[in-house]
Antibody, heavy 120, light 107 residues
Framework: EVQLVESGGGLVQPGRSLRLSCAAS????????MHWVRQAPGKGLEWVSG????????GYADSVKGRFTISRDNAKNSLYLQMNSLRAEDTALYYC?????????????WGQGTMVTVSS | AIRMTQSPSSFSASTGDRVTITCRAS??????LAWYQQKPGKAPKLLIY???TLQSGVPSRFSGSGSGTDFTLTISCLQSEDFATYYC?????????FGQGTKVEIK
């Protein structure tokens, strides 16, 4: 079964850091680009960051650029998001998502999400 | 960044209705457009990609059309399980963006 499972969310104070993980199974992980998408409570979907299959292409939303770092370990079938200098507005459910094609494309597989709450 | 604008933001409909949701891009995106359905407490589900290609397993009552800047998602005969929020997404740019969502509610 093709599956993505996020972990690492929780309650964190403003200015602190958190590292999210996404474990992939059921497909050849290193064939596909991967992305992080977040959804604040009661709000719409916001793209956060994406990484190509070989980490050669990486992109970030302006709202997280310079604070978040995406990475992947193809040997471990895992995707990561290092989040530094967290702000209240980063509070959201964070999803990892697999690209349908090998590079750019729609997101055909999503995890269940991990909740990040930034509050003092 | 490419801005995606959906209309309407929400509306009420009845089972059996034909419904259409519109998505407009701030610049041309060819056919690099996807549609998703999201139900409360669930992750988004891919319905359509490349503007008009139905994802495997998605009922044929869903269809998509358009290219360039204007796109539509049509549900030909609304079913009870279709009441949800729908999002469009452009992937013309690596910095992908989503529309703000359209909530389809029961009349």
């Amino acid at each position: 079964e093709v599956q993505l499972v996020e972990s690492g969310g929780g309650l964190v104070q403003p200015g602190r850091s958190l590292r999210l993980s996404c474990a992939a199974s059921g497909f050849t992980f290193d064939d596909y680009a991967m992305h992080w998408v977040r959804q604040a409570p009661g709000k719409g979907l916001e793209w956060v960051s994406g990484i190509s299959w070989n980490s050669g292409s990486i992109g970030y939303a302006d709202s997280v650029k310079g604070r978040f770092t995406i990475s992947r370990d193809n040997a471990k079938n895992s995707l990561y998001l290092q989040m530094n200098s967290l702000r209240a507005e980063d509070t959201a459910l964070y999803y990892c998502a697999k690209v349908l094609g090998s590079t750019v494309g729609a997101f055909d597989i999503w995890g269940q999400g991990t909740m990040v709450t930034v509050s003092s | 960044a490419i801005r995606m604008t959906q209309s309407p933001s929400s509306f009420s409909a009845s089972t059996g209705d034909r419904v259409t949701i519109t998505c407009r891009a701030s610049q041309g995106i060819s056919s690099y457009l996807a549609w998703y359905q999201q139900k409360p407490g669930k992750a988004p589900k891919l319905l359509i990609y490349a503007a008009s290609t139905l994802q495997s397993g998605v009922p044929s009552r869903f269809s998509g059309s358009g290219s360039g800047t204007d796109f539509t998602l049509t549900i030909s005969c609304l079913q009870s399980e279709d009441f949800a929020t729908y999002y469009c997404q452009q992937y013309y740019s690596y910095s992908t963006t989503f529309g703000q969502g359209t909530k389809v509610e029961i009349k």
